[in-house]
C-alpha cells in the first residue's frame, strides 16, 4: 500500500470530546467546545515546537549542502502552509461564529487576535524570501538569515497563540455550539496531498497529551486511521528522523 492510497480529506483536524468533557454537568458542556479547543491547542502546539526546531536545525546545517537546504526549506513552506490555512479557518470561520454568539465578551480579543495575525503572515513571507535566497545562494549568511527569520517568526508565535489560547480558547469553550463547529469542520479545506496529511498527522500526534490524542484520532477517517497504522507512523518516523537526525519525542 502507498501513501497514494489515502484519499485526502483536506478537513481540518476534528479531536471529539473525551469521555470528561461529555460527563453529566450542571449544565452540560457541549461537546463541541471540547473539539473546537482541542483543535486549536494541538495546532498552536504543532507550529511552535516546528518553527523552533526549524531555527535550531538551520542554524547548524551545511551551508551550501542542497539536499540539506532542501528539506529544511521544504518543511519551512509545510509549516507555512500550515499556520496560513489555521489563520485563514479562525479568520472566516471561527470568531466569526464566536462573535455572533459572545459579540461583547469577544470582540476586543478577536480584534488584538487580527492585528497579531497580520504581522505573523507578513513574517511568514519574510520566511519564504529567506527560504528562497537559501537554495539559492547557498551561503552561511543566507543560511544564517533563513535561521533567525525561523527563530523570529517562533517568537511572535508563541506569544501570540498564549495570548488567544488565554482570551479567546475559554470563550470558545463557553460559547461555540454542536452546529457551527460541525459546519466549520466540514467547510474547512487545507490542501495537503496524501504524503503530507499523513507527516502533519504524526506532527500533531507527536508530543500531545493522551486526551487530545484521542479526540484527534477519533475524528479522523477511518481510512486515514487505517493508514497511520498501517504505514503512517512508520514513514513519519522515517521522516522525522531524516528531518532532525533523531526520532519523534513520542
Do not use: N
Not at 6 to 24: F, Q
Not at 112 to 135: P, Y
Amino acid at each position: 500500500m502507498t501513501a497514494t492510497a489515502v484519499r485526502p480529506t483536506g478537513l481540518i483536524p476534528a479531536p471529539r470530546a473525551a469521555a470528561d468533557d461529555t460527563a453529566a454537568r450542571t449544565p452540560a458542556p457541549d461537546p463541541a467546545a471540547g473539539r473546537a479547543v482541542a483543535y486549536q491547542r494541538v495546532l498552536h502546539q504543532l507550529v511552535r515546537r516546528e518553527l523552533r526546531l526549524l531555527a535550531d536545525l538551520a542554524s547548524w546545517a551545511p551551508a551550501d549542502e542542497a539536499e540539506r537546504t532542501a528539506d529544511l526549506t521544504r518543511h519551512a513552506d509545510l509549516i507555512s502552509r500550515v499556520l496560513l490555512h489555521h489563520h485563514q479557518v479562525e479568520r472566516e470561520a471561527v470568531w466569526p461564529a464566536l462573535l455572533a454568539a459572545a459579540p461583547v465578551e469577544a470582540r476586543a480579543a478577536v480584534d488584538g487576535w487580527t492585528a497579531s495575525c497580520a504581522r505573523i503572515d507578513h513574517m511568514l513571507r519574510d520566511v519564504a524570501t529567506a527560504s528562497r535566497q537559501w537554495q539559492v545562494a547557498g551561503t552561511v549568511s543566507a543560511r544564517t538569515a533563513f535561521a533567525a527569520a525561523c527563530r523570529s517568526l517562533a517568537d511572535e508565535v508563541d506569544a501570540q497563540t498564549a495570548d488567544e489560547e488565554r482570551t479567546l480558547l475559554p470563550l470558545l469553550a463557553a460559547h461555540l455550539s454542536t452546529e457551527d463547529w460541525t459546519a466549520i469542520a466540514a467547510r474547512s479545506h487545507c490542501r495537503l496531498s496524501a504524503p503530507e496529511q499523513l507527516f502533519v498527522l504524526g506532527l500533531a500526534l507527536e508530543d500531545s497529551c493522551a486526551a487530545d490524542r484521542a479526540r484527534l484520532v477519533d475524528g479522523l477517517p477511518w481510512s486515514v486511521r487505517r493508514a497511520w497504522r498501517l504505514y503512517g507512523a512508520r514513514r513519519y518516523r522515517a521522516a522525522v528522523v531524516r528531518l532532525r537526525g533523531a526520532p519523534p519525542a513520542a
